[in-house]
């Protein structure tokens, strides 16, 4: 892969469990592969919607929590070099001197040969507050997802949300932080049970504030850096709180959107594709996992898993169509160094 320009042999749009043994699989072909990921994080549906529940029909682990499988599978493309460009969605691809352009809304430009889309239901992105100028703060002092709960060491938080991230989130960012107050716009919270009486037990030892109910109003700060946030209850009183760290859990959105405008044969939201090499009717452009559809399809992890390794087969022959096909099992193949 050229390390000055972002180009590769293979682009993969989606690092959900699909987009991830996508990887390897190409990575075992030959193939360089860049992917790109709308949330800030890889794991798709695993990681955004059910990262501490127990998976139990990945073969040869009988249970596995699906944050846990995202590790392994990071781990098991790491010897292949894959460039993450996280937190960007991809908005428009065209196709130019034999390289496929892949634009992203960070209005970076990404070259490949040929692209496989894995990327489920669409681009997950966070459901935002409808506060003025919140852009300006993203990723600096707002943030959607907790990546590392100790970098908000010493922090004033302000939690905002009534599920099961915002109350999660409160109960263990709370012996970390410097202080924790979770506002939400109802009295009653809608996380799991025990959570929701936990998180009041801990409010009775007064070392957490419960803002019920209120709605975030405005934010005021600089650089980025937020300096306050203004709240406003239910009798529509502005009341101003000091904070570093504004942590809005309002659940994820998935959006299809420009996916849908690239040509493809699409059926009820689906690419339609051929089941043994995955091709789509665009030329090198390959689906895989819960956005790939034919007859009989199953939206499993293991269905994804074994696509990706159909599109890889068909790039390497695609692109390299006068090499003898040499089928080698990772046993004696062993990887790269
Ligand atoms: P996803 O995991 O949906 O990942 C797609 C990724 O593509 C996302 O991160 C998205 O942000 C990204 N993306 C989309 N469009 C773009 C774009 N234009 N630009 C950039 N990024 C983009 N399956 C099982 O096999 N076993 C189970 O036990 C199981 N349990 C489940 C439990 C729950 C609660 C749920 C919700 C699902 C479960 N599934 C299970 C289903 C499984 O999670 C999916 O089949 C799997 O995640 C599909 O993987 P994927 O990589 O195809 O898509």
């Known amino acids: 892969m050229s390390k000055a320009k972002n180009i590769s042999d293979v682009a993969i749009i989606g690092a959900g469990p699909t987009g991830l043994f996508a990887i390897f699989e190409c990575g075992m072909m030959g193939l360089s592969v860049q992917v790109i990921d709308s949330l800030p994080e890889i794991g798709g549906q695993c990681t955004a919607l059910y990262p501490d529940k127990p998976i139990y029909d990945i073969p040869a682990y009988p249970e596995i929590p699906a944050a846990q499988l995202i590790e392994n599978l990071e781990k098991q493309a790491?010897?292949?070099?894959?460039?993450?460009?996280?937190?960007?969605?991809?908005?428009?691809?065209?196709?130019q001197s034999g390289y496929w352009h892949l634009k992203t809304s960070h209005d970076q430009e990404i070259q490949s040969k040929c692209i496989i889309i894995a990327a489920g239901p669409g681009a997950f992105g966070p459901n935002r507050p409808p506060l003025e100028g919140i852009e300006a703060y993203e990723n600096q002092s707002i943030f959607y997802m907790v990546r590392d709960p100790n970098s908000f060491k010493d922090k004033n938080i302000l939690i905002a949300g009534?599920?099961?991230?915002?109350?999660?989130?409160?109960?263990?960012?709370?012996?970390?932080?410097?202080?924790?107050?979770?506002?939400?716009?109802?009295?009653?919270?809608?996380?799991?049970?025990?959570?929701?009486?936990?998180?009041?037990?801990?409010?009775?030892?007064?070392?957490?504030?419960i803002l019920t109910p209120y709605q975030l109003h405005a934010l005021n700060g600089q650089d980025g850096q937020l300096e306050s946030v203004e709240i406003k209850n239910k009798e529509g009183q502005i009341e101003t709180v000091n904070v570093d760290v504004l942590l809005p859990f309002y659940g994820?959105?998935?959006?299809?959107?420009?996916?849908?405008?690239w040509g493809l044969n699409i059926d009820k939201n689906h690419i339609t594709v051929d089941p043994v090499t995955a091709r789509t009717n665009i030329d090198k452009i390959y689906a895989i996992g819960d956005i790939a559809a034919y007859t009989n399809k199953k939206k499993l992890i293991v269905t994804g898993f074994s696509e990706g390794a159909f599109a890889a087969y068909d790039i390497r022959r695609t692109l390299y169509p006068d090499e003898a096909e040499h089928f080698e099992y990772s046993t004696s193949k062993g990887l790269p160094s």
């Open 78 to 95: 790491a010897p292949f070099k894959p460039k993450y460009h996280l937190n960007q969605q991809v908005i428009s691809i065209k196709q």
């Open 162 to 209: 009534g599920g099961d991230s915002a109350v999660d989130w409160a109960i263990n960012l709370q012996p970390i932080a410097k202080s924790v107050r979770l506002l939400h716009r109802r009295d009653k919270f809608r996380a799991m049970p025990e959570n929701v009486q936990k998180i009041y037990e801990i409010h009775e030892k007064k070392q957490i504030e």
């Open 252 to 261: 994820l959105s998935n959006d299809l959107g420009p996916i849908l405008e």
